[in-house]
């Protein structure tokens, strides 16, 4: 089922479209033929304010037939065309920062009914290096955001060494698969970001990005490296921490193959992080299912600056445009 803001938002919307239709179509004639007749017995001889009193419309049902094409717009929108989303991690960085706010597009893979999310009519797939919103296959109340790397029949493979993807497709039949897909890095260089590492009263670790110049450090920090991963026909960048091993015990170890390496079963996806060591993503839990997905990423409306769980310092309007 879909979260408790989009069920309100259905029921919400049904009550008042209820209240608008027995307005217009049972209390709104009966008023007209009241004011009608007041009008007659007074010679045509009131006027509109007088005749709002001849005929009043109570309260609850003003406000609830006024409030109906309001919800029913934003309804519509929300659940078919656009939903708003917040990033509060870095999982995504530098695509996307903490602190922005993204619109994605309902309709990129099928129209769904707001409530269950089964798809009423299909519109389309992921397509590789995608930037992609689905519900967290182990908690579905939970969104994700993460970048399609493996298709349907993909054969994704990561080198924890090199941090390096190796995709060939067609491999789902149990056959040879395809030949493999171009997927190239360009050289690794510093990033603009410092992450910090730190520990809260002795508990928990914590971490913090910063975009600092090259020449400027922070404390407990270490600068990521950056460096372009090119999929097929879509290019853009990943952060990796220099001082960061993969914890190859946890990652999803796929029945009849080795580890690190995956067959995307039909109807699936494999998705990963441009935050290569800061993603807890397919590696780790698994595939996503089509009926999970909510839709693409496409734009930044808003950016403000943040860390993770804090309050916003300032606003980056230099974000604002498109996804890539």
Known sequence: MANMFALI????????????CVDKFIFAPKRRERQA?????????????????VGPKPGWLETGASVFPVLAIVLIVRSFIYEPFQIPSGSMMPTLLIGD?????????????????????????????DVVVFKYPQDPRLDYIKRAVGLPGDKVSYDPIAKEVTIQPNCSSGQACGNALPVTYSNVEPSDFVQTFARRNGGEATSGFW????????D?????NERKETLGDVTHRILIVPIAQDQLGMYYHQQGQQLATWIVPPGHYFMMGDNRDNSADSRYWGFVPEANLVGKAVGIWMSFEKQEGEWPTGVRLSRIGGIH
């Open 9 to 20: 938002l259905v029921i919400a919307t049904l009550v008042t479209g209820i209240l608008w």
């Open 37 to 53: 007749a007041a009008q007659v017995a007074a010679g045509e001889t009131l006027d509109k304010k007088t005749l709002k009193k």
């Open 101 to 129: 706010f993204i619109l994605v597009e309902k309709f990129a893979y099928g129209i769904k009914d707001p409530i269950y999310q089964n798809t009423l009519i299909e519109t389309g797939h992921p397509k590789r290096g």
């Open 211 to 218: 975009q600092l110049p090259k020449g400027e450090s922070k």
């Open 220 to 224: 407990n920090g270490v600068r990521l």
